[in-house]
């Protein structure tokens, strides 16, 4: 089992910046990306961006230039930096770790949420 556990989330103006963190407990084998989804409502769940075990990294196109996503593997962490949020950046971001040996099964964490408003 795994528990992903996330902080960061709030209420930002546009344009400003946040980050978002998610810690990883339990057995590890057999993950080897790690990433972050968002959820708007009345929308479906979207990758927003993922990092491998060895800092490959992978963005949806609507968040390139703002977002960075990091991880520190010695912690179990996966940090989102984003930069120049949007009102459209709004939306329920949850952390998500994909055990890929033998079936895959995804872990999610409990979701923090990101508010874009003046």
């Known amino acids: 089992q795994v528990q992903l556990v996330e902080s960061g989330g709030g209420l930002v103006q546009p344009g400003g910046s946040l980050r978002l963190s998610c810690t990883a407990s339990?057995?590890?084998?057999?993950?080897?990306?790690m990433g972050w989804y968002r959820q708007a409502p009345g929308k479906q769940r979207e990758l927003v961006a993922a990092?491998?075990?060895?800092?490959?990294?992978n963005y949806a196109d609507s968040v390139k230039g703002r977002f960075t996503i990091s991880r520190d593997n010695a912690k179990n962490t996966v940090y989102l930096q984003m930069d120049t949020l949007k009102p459209d950046d709004t939306a329920v971001y949850y952390c998500?770790?994909?055990?890929?040996?033998?079936?895959?099964?995804?872990?999610w964490g409990q979701g923090t949420q990101v508010t874009v408003s003046s």
């Open positions: 339990g057995s590890m084998f057999g993950i080897n990306e």
């Open positions: 990092i491998t075990r060895g800092g490959t990294t």
């Open positions: 998500n770790a994909p055990k890929t040996v033998g079936v895959r099964r995804d872990y």
